[in-house]
């Protein structure tokens, strides 16, 4: 299936499935189709990022998101990826997708997506994004207050810490 056409099917399909709070786990069901393959017969690793695009608009969509993208006008925008491929799927395997947010800082969104199928994890990726406007970046804090009645500190897992730092000591 055409990259378009899963996004269309999700995008008709989160208005029937439970909303989502903005710390809240989106799961999605995928299958391997023959256009997803790479010469190896195997998943190509650029249709996992675009599996997990899916996933963020699936946030977007049913944690209340969307609203305000719209309202604004703001692009969501990736800014790096940290991607960790563990094990290949194969032609017409069921696979699932997990996305969450695991971290924050006053800028950025640290957002995870775990891609598993029968119960093993075969792609593991954080995407530091964010919501960009004619004025920059929309500061994290004014995002959590729009959609939820807290804005909570800057949260940010040790060992995502360290990747944070060590792409600011690689920046040209």
Request: aromatic letters at 10%.
């Amino acid at each position: 299936m055409a990259p378009w056409l899963r996004l269309l099917k999700m995008a008709f399909g989160a208005p029937f499935r439970p909303k989502l709070g903005w710390r809240d786990e989106s799961v999605l069901t995928f299958r391997v189709w023959p256009n997803d393959l790479d010469v190896n017969l195997h998943m190509n690793n650029a249709r996992y990022l675009a599996v997990m695009d899916i996933g963020r608009f699936d946030l977007a969509l049913r944690g209340g998101f969307a609203g305000l993208v719209w309202r604004e006008k703001l692009k969501p925008v990736v800014a790096s990826a940290m991607v960790r491929f563990r094990r290949s799927l194969a032609p017409f395997q069921l696979f699932v997708l997990r996305s969450r947010i695991i971290g924050w800082d006053a800028k950025w969104l640290f957002i995870e997506h775990r891609i598993e199928s029968d119960g093993e994890l075969c792609c593991q990726a954080v995407v530091k994004a964010l919501l960009l406007g004619r004025e920059g970046g929309l500061p994290t804090a004014d995002l959590l207050r729009a959609i939820s009645a807290e804005a909570p500190e800057s949260e940010v897992p040790d060992w995502l810490a360290h990747w944070i730092a060590a792409e600011a000591g690689a920046r040209g």
